[in-house]
């Protein structure tokens, strides 16, 4: 403890100002860590429920759907919060940046890596996703266009009743 405090002495004399206490970065940037990883965590967790998708979408077994996009809206939700939190950790510690050891910058530079790949493994899917959510909902929509025209012709060869036309000031 006392050689902290003799160092911190003579850094101050030498550069004539207080040295800055990286203390607290070096807390936050295990704070960080910890939050890159849960935002690494609930990435893959949304590729997986997003594969399980388009699976489900592909085998045509629409009852599963609902509960896969609640699970990845979740994902989407919490995601949102990490990269919140994330931005709000940067802007907050913005002149700390700078001070950042390499070893940290490496292991930022890691999570941002899993991230991107992460990311371009989930693109494709969602696109695979789209186009069949297209297809599915032009299939809904022809089938829906067959009843209608169905219903319009069944009234067309339905009796015609003509109702007789009553005047209220008529005397019967």
Do not use: W
């Not at 003579?10 to 940037?29: C, M, R, T, W, Y």
């Not at 979740?74 to 990269?83: A, E």
């Not at 919140?84 to 941002?112: C, T, W």
């Amino acid at each position: 403890m006392r050689n902290h405090t003799k160092l911190r002495s003579i850094g101050e004399s030498a550069l004539s100002g207080p040295q800055k206490d990286i203390s607290a970065f070096s807390f936050q940037h295990e704070h960080l860590c910890r939050i890159m990883e849960q935002k690494i965590s609930l990435m893959t967790r949304y590729l997986s429920v997003t594969k399980t998708m388009k699976e489900t979408l592909v085998s045509k077994n629409e009852i599963k759907l609902g509960d896969l996009l609640s699970k990845r809206q979740d994902c989407i939700n919490r995601i949102q919060k990490i990269d919140f939190s994330v931005q709000k950790a940067i802007n907050h510690g913005k002149e700390e940046l700078s001070l950042v050891p390499n070893g940290m910058k490496a292991a930022l530079d890691g999570y941002r890596q899993s991230i991107k790949s992460l990311l371009e493994q989930i693109t494709p899917v969602d696109a695979e996703i789209m186009v069949l959510v297209r297809e599915v909902s032009h299939d809904i929509k022809a089938e829906l266009l067959k009843i209608s025209n169905a219903r319009q012709a069944a009234k067309g060869y339905g009796s015609k009743k003509m109702n007789i036309p009553v005047y209220m000031d008529a005397k019967r």
